[in-house]
C-alpha cells in the first residue's frame, strides 16, 4: 500500500511507542525454556514478534496471548518436541538465528526458513559455532543460506571468539549453551546488545560476564519470570530524529528501553547539536529504562564509526535522514553489516536520498551525504519490502520542500505496525 508523506507542520506532544523487539522475541523464548510460568506484559505486536511466538508454538511451547498480557507455561528444554512441519521465521533474521540456537540443543530435526528476504541474509555465522557445539545443520549454498535443516543433539561447551560484532549470533550460542555439557565462553571484539545476557542472569542462568567475555556453564535449569518490556529505542529514533528536524517540534517518548549496548543514537544525535534530554531514568527487569525529550534544533553534520556501529545499527537509516538535514558532510564506516539487514541497507539509504535530491554515496562499509540542510522531495520510491527504510523516508517527507510517496509501506508492520496513528497523533 502506497502513503504520501508531506509537511504537515510541527510534531507536539507525549506517545509510547510499541514494545522493543528484542527484548520480546527473548522473553517469548527464554519463558519457553524455563520451568514455571512467564508473564510478559507489552510483548511487541510487530510480525516479527508474531513469527517467534508462531515458531515457538509450533515446537510445543504453551504461549497465550491476550490484550494486556502473554503467559508462557515453560516446561524447559525437554518440554520441546520435533515440529510437524517447517517453521517459518517470515522476515526476522532474530527468530532464525536464535530459533538455531534452541533447535540445536534438541535431539529432532527443526527446518527453518523464511520469507525472500530472510532467505538471502548469512546464515554461516550462526551455522558454524552451532556446528562446533555437535548439531548437525544443513542449508543451501553450502550451509551459508536458509532453509536451515537442523538434527539437535547432545551439545558440548565451546570457546568462541565472535567474527562479527552480532547479538543474534552471541545469543544462538548462549541458547545452545544452556543445555550443552560443560562451559561456553564467548568473546566478542565490541560488545552487542546484551538482553540475552541480563535476561539470564534475572532467570537464574549460571553466567558470567567480565567486560568483552561471556562465560555460561550448561546444561543450566532457568526460572519463569514477570517481564514488562519497555518502549524500542528503534521505534523511537524515529520521532526523535522528526522532532530534531521539524521546526517547532517538541516530543516526549515515554518508557524507552535506554540499555547502553543500544543508544548510540542518543550519542549522535546529541552530536549533532539536537536538544534530547532522558527524564524519569529507572531499571525496569534488569534494563534501563527513560522517557525523552527531544526538540527541534539545527543539525551538524557528523562521523560515525568504530565501536559504536554496533549500538546503533538499526538507527543508521533515519540518521542519515538527520545527516541530510544538517549542512555539510557526513559520514558512516564501519557498517559493513548494514548490507545483510532486511535489505541492503547501504545501497537502499543511499538510493532513497538520491531519489529525494539529496547528494549521497556509498562506500563498500558505510556511506557519505552531502547534507544541504534541506530535503527536496518530489519522489516516489520503494522501501525494497524494509520497514526501517520505509519509516525513514516517511519522516523524511514530514520535513521534505515537496512530497515523499512511499509504495510499499505496509511493510511498517514488521516492528511499528501503530506508525500511521501516532505521526496523525503528533501532527493533529
Ligand atoms: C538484534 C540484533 C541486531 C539487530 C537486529 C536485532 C537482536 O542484529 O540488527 O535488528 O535482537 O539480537 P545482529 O545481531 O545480527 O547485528
Given at each position: 500500500m502506497e502513503f504520501e508523506f508531506k509537511s504537515l507542520g510541527s510534531l507536539r506532544g507525549e506517545l509510547k511507542v510499541p514494545a522493543d523487539k528484542s527484548i520480546s522475541h527473548r522473553a517469548v523464548i527464554l519463558g519457553s525454556l524455563a520451568k514455571g510460568e512467564s508473564v510478559v506484559h507489552n510483548?511487541?505486536?510487530g510480525e516479527d514478534v508474531k513469527s517467534t511466538i508462531r515458531c515457538m508454538q509450533q515446537l510445543g511451547a504453551e504461549i497465550v496471548q491476550d490484550k494486556e498480557v502473554t503467559r508462557i507455561r515453560g516446561k524447559g528444554f525437554d518440554g520441546l518436541s520435533e515440529p510437524k512441519d517447517v517453521l517459518n521465521c517470515g522476515n526476522s533474521g532474530t527468530t532464525m538465528r536464535l530459533l538455531a540456537g534452541v533447535a540445536a540443543a534438541r535431539p529432532f530435526l527443526t527446518v527453518l526458513t523464511g520469507d525472500e528476504s530472510l532467505r538471502r541474509r548469512p546464515m554461516a555465522r550462526v551455522v558454524e559455532p552451532l556446528s562446533m557445539m555437535g548439531a548437525i545443520i544443513c542449508g543451501r549454498e553450502n550451509s551459508r543460506l536458509a532453509p536451515l535443516v537442523i538434527r539437535g543433539g547432545e551439545l558440548r561447551g565451546i570457546e568462541y571468539h565472535l567474527k562479527v560484532a552480532s547479538a543474534q549470533v552471541k545469543s544462538a550460542i548462549l541458547l545452545a549453551a544452556l543445555d550443552a555439557e560443560g562451559e561456553t565462553i564467548i568473546r566478542e571484539n565490541i560488545i552487542s546488545r546484551d538482553h540475552t545476557e541480563r535476561m539470564l542472569l534475572e532467570m537464574g542462568a549460571n553466567l558470567e560476564r567480565d567486560q568483552n567475555e561471556i562465560r555460561l556453564r550448561g546444561p543450566c535449569e532457568l526460572d519463569g519470570r514477570e517481564w514488562r518490556v519497555p518502549g524500542d529505542i528503534s521505534s523511537a529514533a524515529f520521532w526523535l530524529v522528526a522532532a530534531a528536524i521539524v521546526p517547532g517540534s517538541e516530543v516526549l517518548v515515554r518508557?524507552?528501553?535506554?540499555n547502553p549496548t543500544r543508544s548510540g543514537v542518543l550519542t549522535v544525535l546529541k552530536n549533532m547539536g539536537a536538544e534530547i534530554r532522558l527524564e524519569n531514568y529507572r531499571t525496569v527487569g534488569g534494563e534501563p529504562v527513560a522517557d525523552i525529550l527531544v526538540k527541534h534544533s539545527g543539525l551538524q553534520p557528523v562521523e560515525i564509526g568504530g565501536s559504536i556501529i554496533p549500538s546503533l545499527i538499526d538507527e543508521i537509516p533515519i540518521l542519515a535522514i538527520a545527516m541530510a538535514m544538517a549542512s555539510g558532510t557526513s559520514a558512516v564506516s564501519d557498517?559493513?553489516?548494514?548490507?545483510?539487514?532486511?535489505?541492503?541497507r547501504i545501497a537502499m539509504i543511499v538510493s532513497i536520498l538520491n531519489r529525494m535530491g539529496v547528494e549521497a554515496a556509498e562506500t563498500p562499509d558505510g556511506f557519505i551525504v552531502h547534507g544541504q540542510g534541506k530535503i527536496p522531495g518530489n519522489c516516489r520510491l520503494s522501501a525494497g519490502g524494509d520497514h526501517r527504510i520505509a519509516m525513514a523516508s516517511a519522516v523524511s517527507g514530514l520535513a521534505a520542500e515537496m512530497p515523499v510517496t512511499v509504495?510499499?509501506?505496509?511493510?511498517?508492520?514488521?516492528?511499528?505496525?501503530?506508525f500511521l496513528q501516532d505521526l496523525r497523533h503528533l501532527t493533529e
Open positions: 510483548i511487541s505486536w518508557d524507552v528501553g535506554v557498517a559493513g553489516e548494514l548490507r545483510t539487514k532486511e535489505s541492503d509504495e510499499d509501506f505496509n511493510c511498517v508492520g514488521i516492528s511499528y505496525p501503530t
